[in-house]
């Protein structure tokens, strides 16, 4: 399975490694990925979902009903 994010869709990044001499090497810059389980009260029941570190903080702000909202309404969760 690909590394990105299920409810933000953040994936891998591409850049250059920039050496003193300033020699330039490609690079990857992963996302910082979790799996991590979430109680929906509204549907009694636990998901698993593989969330980027980042949305961890919005989860504790507007709670996990309102980012699984926002998710569908972009298109980026399925289920």
Do not use: Q
């Not at 020699?23 to 990857?28: A, E, G, V």
């Not at 969330?51 to 702000?61: A, D, G, M, P, Q």
């Amino acid at each position: 399975m690909s590394r990105v994010c299920e409810l933000t869709g953040k994936r891998a990044m591409s850049g250059n490694n920039v050496s003193k001499a300033l020699n330039r090497t490609r690079r990857k810059f992963s996302v910082n990925l979790v799996k991590k389980r979430f109680y929906i009260p509204g549907e009694d029941k636990w998901i698993t979902l593989k969330v980027s570190t980042s949305i961890l903080k919005t989860i504790n702000k507007k709670g996990i009903h309102a980012v699984l909202k926002d998710a569908r309404a972009k298109g980026f969760l399925t289920k």
